[in-house]
């Protein structure tokens, strides 16, 4: 998928959007983290958001950790461009 793609993708949903520049910004972080930060009670939702993210090759795990794949990251890249551009 493309990148323009990914981010109408993520910008269609605030809790997809949310997940994701929660790992970006992090670089690596666990489902427990993820729970804690975006105020879940159950880990089922937070599961449900970071394996629609690793599906669409966003996201990767290794060992129970999250990091933004290379087409995460350049999805990232842009999503800053365009902010930084939009606050000039």
Do not use: C
């Not at 790992?23 to 729970?35: C, E, F, N, S």
């Amino acid at each position: 998928m493309g990148i323009q793609e990914d981010i109408s993708w993520l910008n269609a949903d605030a809790d997809h959007r949310s997940t994701f520049m929660l790992i970006a910004k992090r670089g690596t972080v666990r489902i427990r983290d993820l729970k804690e930060e975006l105020h879940e009670d159950d880990w089922w939702p937070v599961k449900y958001l970071v394996g629609n993210l690793v599906s669409r090759g966003l996201v990767s795990e290794s060992s129970g950790r999250y990091s933004l794949t290379e087409a995460g990251q350049n999805v990232y890249e842009s999503i800053k461009t365009v902010r930084e551009f939009g606050a000039v």
